[in-house]
């Protein structure tokens, strides 16, 4: 191969490479920020998050909860905002208050727990447990 197609050849794939790490350097950011919002939900004028791992029963429709939009990029228009509205169903064994089930249906349902900070209610402590 003579220096030209060897030029050719080096920049073709000094292209590529530029081109892939702007590709991965925007998708880790814009998943970096979509990482950032927490799934959560509100109910009754109460929060909710979304808690892994648990084996609960769904129970009775309760209602409609509200997962709020998620604006992680700053800037959003507040008025635009609406969420996405999914049914909530209670946790046998666990007060509303403290706990629901939401989903499209019961077997499609996650579970979410209301609390602050890093501390679960006790009543769902003990269903994480197995107790």
Not at 11 to 24: D, F, N, P, R
Not at 33 to 61: H, I, L, M, P, W
Not at 88 to 102: F, K, M, N, T
Request: glycine share 10%.
């Amino acid at each position: 191969m003579n220096w030209t197609g060897r030029s050719a050849g080096v920049l073709l794939a000094a292209s590529m490479v530029i081109s892939t790490a702007a590709c991965t350097a925007d998708s880790s950011s814009g998943g970096a920020a979509s990482g950032s919002c927490v799934n959560r939900f509100t109910y009754q004028e109460r929060t909710y998050r979304d808690v892994a791992n648990v084996d609960f029963t769904v129970g009775a429709k309760l209602g409609v909860a509200t997962q709020p939009p998620c604006d992680d990029t700053g800037g959003q228009d507040k008025t635009d905002e609406t969420g996405i509205a999914q049914t909530a169903y209670e946790v046998h064994g666990i007060s509303p208050e403290l706990a629901i089930a939401v989903g499209d249906t019961p077997a499609e349902a996650s579970f979410f727990a209301a609390y602050s900070g890093a501390d679960l209610p006790p009543e769902v402590q003990k269903l994480m447990d197995g107790s």
